[in-house]
């Protein structure tokens, strides 16, 4: 993406994807070299902050899950000098 946008003469991207995932996303672009424009979309799994949130605890569950993946790769991310 980087070198694409060099080439075609951008300075700044948006970068579209979910809340959890947004921080870990940006940050790699930007490490690329890029001026980022961060924008999370809500999640189509599950609800994280609309109707009061997440309503059973198996979707919790899932939450935490998918929370800690995301620890966990930002982590290695940072490990390989990546973020």
Known sequence: LAAFARRVGWRRVLVVTSLLHSRRACATVERA???VVC??????QFELFANGGPESARERVQIFGYAFYEAMAT???RVRGWI
Do not use: E, Q, T, W
């Open 75 to 77: 982590l290695l991310y």
């Open 33 to 35: 070299g890029l001026a």
């Open 39 to 44: 924008a999370p979309a809500p999640s189509r």
